[in-house]
């Protein structure tokens, strides 16, 4: 099992729709990354979180430490969000690497 | 402010040859980390340097190497490449003195530069 697991793995919507990504992760973590990756490979990070809830436009990220699960939610969404969301946690109080999960692929039709 | 460059950003190669990937992380940023990522998969960390050593290494063989010049520009070589070397290789770079800080990295990643070996 993947240490860190997001679902859907392809989502498609209609202009207009509210998203939502999720991320769980079965190890104990010291922060947590949305990224956003488009055709051709550029990534952008979107969110670095410890606790609570962030928001950026029209993104939002949300993350529960006890039931180890993010959220990334997209409102009014649009089909320039059409890319691939990634979840990636690092883990705690070791010299380990940070964990990605193998993305969500969104496709907002328009 | 220029963010974090990556060359070539694309390059073909044939079995047991050897490549080098170039990486300029972003003013201000000290510490590079390494990302192999096949298509369709997420990232695996590769190797983070710091202070032109090897601070944090993943799950990959010895085949893989790199470097960090004292302008923190990095480079990462992979000798006897293999098919299942063909991937998108990524760099990213973050500031040392805030992962101390904060015990998270802030990530500034490249395009990425995608190796076919044929």
Same mark, same amino acid.
């Given at each position: ?33 949305w ?61 380990d ?11 907002i039709?328009? | 402010?220029?963010?974090?460059t +990556? ?10 040859? #050897? ?7 972003? =003013? !201000? *940023? ?13 990232? +695996? ?10 601070? #944090? ?7 893989? =190497? !790199? *470097? ?31 992962i ?9 990643f ?9």
């Amino acid at each position: 099992k993947n240490e860190v697991e997001q679902s859907p793995q392809n989502l498609t919507a209609q202009e207009g729709e509210f998203i939502t990504i999720n991320c769980s992760y079965s190890v104990g973590i010291s922060a947590l990354h949305w990224l956003q990756q488009h055709p051709g490979g550029g990534i952008v990070s979107l969110f670095m979180l410890s606790s609570g809830k962030k928001k950026h436009g029209r993104l939002i990220a949300t993350i529960n430490i006890q039931e180890k699960h993010s959220s990334l939610h997209i409102t009014a969404s649009h089909p320039r969000d059409s890319a691939v969301y990634i979840c990636a946690v690092e883990r705690a109080a070791s010299d380990d690497k940070i964990i990605f999960g193998k993305g969500t692929r969104l496709h907002i039709l328009p | 402010d220029a963010g974090v460059t +990556q060359s070539p950003t694309h390059l073909i190669k044939t079995r047991g040859q #050897q490549v080098t990937l170039r990486c300029s992380p972003k =003013s !201000g *940023h000290d510490t590079v980390s390494w990302y192999q990522q096949a298509l369709g998969q997420g990232p +695996q960390f590769i190797f983070q340097y710091y202070e032109e050593e090897e601070r #944090q290494r993943g799950n990959f063989p010895d085949r893989f =190497s !790199g *470097h960090q010049f004292p302008n923190y520009s990095s480079e990462l070589n992979v000798n006897a490449l293999l098919l299942g070397d063909s991937a998108l290789y990524l760099c990213a770079s973050s500031p040392y003195r805030l992962i101390m800080i904060s015990g998270a990295n802030v990530l500034t990643f490249g395009a990425g530069s995608r190796l076919t070996v044929l």
